[in-house]
């Protein structure tokens, strides 16, 4: 298993910055560009145990996620564990915390990638784009916030 972590600090109350997260079309916003994000069955409302279905095209390549939300603690906690994917295990916790006049926004994933050997081969790239991901989600969502 792989954990992956990445902090920012944003200047916006810990609502907006919980309340942004909780609108699943915002993953839109902040999802690089090389990468199409579609949202099926959109539902805007989102709770603990809220099954969230979408595809993302990059390089052509359409993969389907069905993720579900497992952890909702207003305003400092989600957490979604992936239903299908393209990993073998994949846990996204979004941790929100007031960090004096900031708000530190704080992605951990934990992740296996499938395949056994083939999948460690492949390791560093996933590890790399994961982080280039994540750092574009979070210059994004400091972006809007902060604008």
């Known amino acids: 298993m792989e954990t992956f972590t990445q902090t920012s600090l944003i200047n916006c109350t810990l609502e907006e910055l919980f309340d942004f997260h909780l609108d699943t079309n915002n993953i839109k916003l902040i999802?690089?560009?090389?990468t199409k994000v579609e949202l099926i069955d959109y539902e805007k409302a989102t709770f603990e145990g809220k099954i969230i279905k979408l595809k993302t095209t990059r390089a052509f390549v359409p993969i389907n996620w069905t993720?579900?939300?497992?952890?909702?603690?207003?305003?400092?906690?989600?957490?979604?564990?992936?239903?299908?994917?393209?990993?073998?295990?994949?846990?996204?916790?979004?941790?929100?915390?007031?960090?004096?006049?900031?708000?530190?926004?704080?992605?951990?994933?934990?992740?296996?990638?499938?395949?056994?050997?083939?999948?460690?081969?492949?390791?560093p790239f996933i590890k790399k784009d994961i982080a280039n991901m994540f750092a574009y989600r979070h210059k994004q969502t400091k972006k809007i916030l902060e604008n």
Do not use: R
Request: aromatic share 14%; charged share 25%; hydrophobic share 45%.
């Open 31 to 34: 999802t690089p560009i090389h």
């Open 67 to 123: 993720v579900k939300i497992e952890k909702y603690e207003y305003p400092n906690l989600m957490v979604d564990v992936a239903l299908k994917s393209p990993f073998a295990f994949w846990e996204h916790q979004h941790i929100f915390t007031k960090k004096g006049s900031m708000c530190e926004l704080k992605d951990v994933i934990k992740y296996k990638l499938p395949f056994g050997i083939f999948g460690k081969l492949i390791a």
